[in-house]
Every structure is written in structure tokens, then in C-alpha cells.
């Protein structure tokens, strides 16, 4: 059986670093920054727990 608590664990990580990058990206759309090195730094953050997330679906096929 799929680890349940593991892929809502991933599931709110997730979450919280798509949050985080819109807010950079929101600074650089509205003119307060223009930090394209911490939007892309935010945008990393979200890749290792997303290819985690999909291994572990992918398992329970």
C-alpha cells in the first residue's frame, strides 16, 4: 500500500515552496525585486520533493 503519510508530507512541501516562488515571481511581476536568482532558487526547492512524490505514485501502479 502507498506510504499515505509520506505523499502528504510531499503534498504540503510542495505546497509551501509553489508559495514561496509566486511570491518572488509576484515581487518581480509588481516591480519590488527582480531577483530571477531567488525565483529560480524558490523554483528548485519544489523539484526534488515532486520527483519523489511521483516515484511513489508511480510505484503503486
Excluded: Y
Excluded at 3 to 30: D, S, Y
Excluded at 31 to 56: A, Q
Amino acid at each position: 500500500m502507498m506510504n499515505l503519510r509520506r505523499c502528504l508530507e510531499l503534498m504540503a512541501i510542495i505546497e509551501e515552496e509553489v508559495g514561496e516562488a509566486r511570491k518572488e515571481l509576484n515581487n518581480i511581476w509588481f516591480g519590488r525585486s527582480n531577483d530571477w536568482e531567488k525565483f529560480k532558487e524558490e523554483v528548485n526547492h519544489i523539484v526534488p520533493p515532486l520527483v519523489e512524490l511521483i516515484k511513489l505514485l508511480e510505484g503503486e501502479r
